[in-house]
């Protein structure tokens, strides 16, 4: 009787491996950095879904239990479908963490999302250099997970950050005043 129990027990494990898909989560991220005047950078992070199941919460620098930016980040925005907590402090204080959960709208397998955005005064240099837990945990170390709160295990990736340099000056003023001076001529036509 025992014997035909174990075999039922088994078969039962094999049909149900057989036929359960294994779900893995995973994610990748793109970052850039453009100044905003002194000591000040705006970040702008897309995030692309490597695994087969949905994304739902995204933490940047971050892993839980300990936030990595140095300063509070300010100037948060969110892709649509997304909400942005409030800059989070952890237990080494004064780091921080950012967190965007989706409403209603998770980042499906093999897709990108654009807009998670904040601004900072830490540099490129610094959120990418060794944080106080060393080069292992970059400040742009991110977790991932299906959902909010965070039942599942979750996974962690990090980035280089893309220095993208400001307008400059003469682009913006050639590109401001190319329609002032059409307005000057034609007025100075009108008038002769």
């Not at 969110?78 to 209603?104: E, K, N």
């Amino acid at each position: 009787m025992r014997r035909v129990a174990r075999c039922a027990v088994m078969a039962a494990v094999v049909v149900i491996g057989w036929g359960g898909r294994a779900y893995a989560i995973g994610a990748s991220e793109s970052i850039t950095a453009q100044p905003a005047g002194p000591n000040l950078w705006n970040y702008s992070v897309s995030l692309t879904n490597t695994g087969n199941t949905d994304i739902g919460s995204f933490w940047f620098s971050w892993i839980p239990g300990y936030d990595f930016l140095p300063s509070a980040p300010t100037n948060l925005a969110s892709p649509a479908g997304w909400t942005v907590t409030t800059p989070q402090d952890g237990i080494f204080q004064p780091y921080w963490s950012i967190q965007w959960v989706d409403g209603g709208t998770p980042l499906h397998a093999g897709q990108t999302l654009s807009g998670f955005k904040f601004t900072s005064p830490d540099s490129p240099t610094t959120l990418a250099g060794p944080s106080y837990f060393g080069a292992a945990y970059p400040g742009t170390i991110s977790y991932v997970y299906v959902g909010a709160p965070e039942l599942d295990p979750g996974t962690s990736f990090s980035a280089p950050i893309t220095t993208v340099p400001s307008p400059e000056p003469t682009t913006l003023s050639m590109l401001l005043g190319a329609p002032l001076a059409m307005m000057l001529r034609r007025r100075k036509r009108r008038t002769a």
